[in-house]
Structure formats: structure tokens, C-alpha cells
């Protein structure tokens, strides 16, 4: 059980591989950046976000001054209550696991926020552990739609500032947790929604809290 004091509590709803489902075109992460060497990723600062799940805790820290767009876009989705009763929509062992817009019925929940400018080209690699921001085909569609890196995936990071070349945007890690990340990794999956690799049980955020470091 993660315990750190709690600034405020909000009730999550979730769906990059690094973005949704074929009607939102956000369950796509594809790209064609060539692999980077492995960046040293910085300490993170300020608050952090405890995502209860339904199958166990994790925590988040973020990198505010490498990313603070994105950091801030997601603290608001939390303080908003957005990721409350949302689920895991997609689940790729040795990949990614993906959340932010769906229902458990995989419904889409519009989070009523604009998608925010992309800042892969800030340093920051796609290595095991990290959460990235989710998106559609234009590098600057990322919105609520985030996922959690299983393995050092590099070919998703910057490249160029060209429309293939632009990575996944890095702006945190977990904490703790990651042995929750690893078993929500290995969950049986399936089609479902017109989308792949759906889990068969929903795996729910129950609730996202904002807690002190």
C-alpha cells in the first residue's frame, strides 16, 4: 500500500499505443524514429499522483521542468476527477500499457480540455517506467489519453520535428509501483470496441489522488 499525504482527491475515468480508440484514433503510437541511445532521465519535482487501480497502487512523479505542459495538462485531468472509474484499454506485453478515455464499456470520456503542444524533443527517452503522453497521427493531438512504458522502448522518442520524426512525449515515472504495472502487463486480452488487445476483465483506476511528496 502506498501511503503520502493527500492534497486532493479526484475520481478518475480512463483509454499509444500511445492514444485511443479507432473512432479517436488515439490507440495508435506507432512511428518511424530510429532508435536513441538510452537518455539518464532527471529527479522528479513537485506533487505526485497515487493511481488506485483495481489491481494495486501506483505512483507517479513528474518532470515539470522538462515537460511542463504535459505535466500540468495531467495534474488538471486528476484535479478534474477525469481519470475516475476509467479503464486500462490497452494492454501489450513487452510495450506499453494505455489508459485516459475509456469507459468501462469503452465508451469514450471527453475530458474537455485542448490537446497540448508536443515536447518529446525535451531529453527525456521512453525507458521502462516512464508515463508518456498518448496520441493520434498529428504529434500535437496528445490530450488526456497517457501510457506506461514496459520496457526501454527508444523508438519511441524524438527524432526530427517533422510529422514522422516527433516521439511520445516523456513526463514522468513510477515510483512505486511497478510491480502493479508488470501484472496489469500480462492480463489475458482480446478485441473488443473495434480495438486490440482490450484486457477481458476491466482493469479500473478507482480513483487518482494529488498526494504531497
Excluded at 500499457?97 to 485542448?114: N, S
Excluded at 511497478?178 to 482480446?190: C, L, R
Amino acid at each position: 500500500m502506498i501511503k503520502s499525504g493527500v492534497l486532493k482527491t479526484t475520481t478518475l475515468a480512463v483509454s499509444v499505443a500511445v492514444a485511443a480508440c479507432a473512432q479517436s484514433q488515439e490507440s495508435k503510437i506507432e512511428t518511424d524514429v530510429g532508435e536513441d541511445e538510452t537518455m539518464q532521465q532527471p529527479e522528479v519535482k513537485g506533487p505526485r499522483v497515487l493511481l488506485e487501480t483495481s489491481m494495486g497502487s501506483i505512483l507517479i512523479g513528474f518532470y515539470p521542468d522538462q515537460a511542463p505542459l504535459s505535466v500540468e495538462n495531467f495534474l488538471a485531468y486528476v484535479e478534474g476527477g477525469h481519470y475516475d472509474g476509467l479503464v486500462f484499454h490497452r494492454v501489450i506485453p513487452d510495450f506499453m500499457i494505455q489508459a485516459g478515455g475509456h469507459e468501462a464499456d469503452l465508451a469514450m470520456r471527453d475530458g474537455g480540455r485542448e490537446s497540448i503542444r508536443n515536447e518529446s524533443d525535451n531529453g527525456l527517452s521512453n525507458a521502462r517506467g516512464t508515463i508518456a503522453m498518448a496520441r493520434t497521427g498529428d504529434p500535437h493531438s496528445a490530450s488526456s489519453q497517457f501510457f506506461i512504458n514496459l520496457t526501454d522502448n527508444t523508438f519511441l522518442n524524438f527524432g526530427a520535428q517533422s510529422q514522422n520524426e516527433w516521439g511520445y512525449t516523456v513526463f514522468g515515472t513510477v515510483l512505486e509501483g511497478m510491480e502493479t504495472v508488470d501484472a496489469i502487463a500480462v492480463v489475458e486480452t482480446g478485441n473488443a470496441g473495434g480495438m486490440q488487445n482490450v484486457p477481458v476483465e476491466a482493469v479500473t483506476i478507482v480513483s487518482a489522488t494529488i498526494v504531497q511528496p
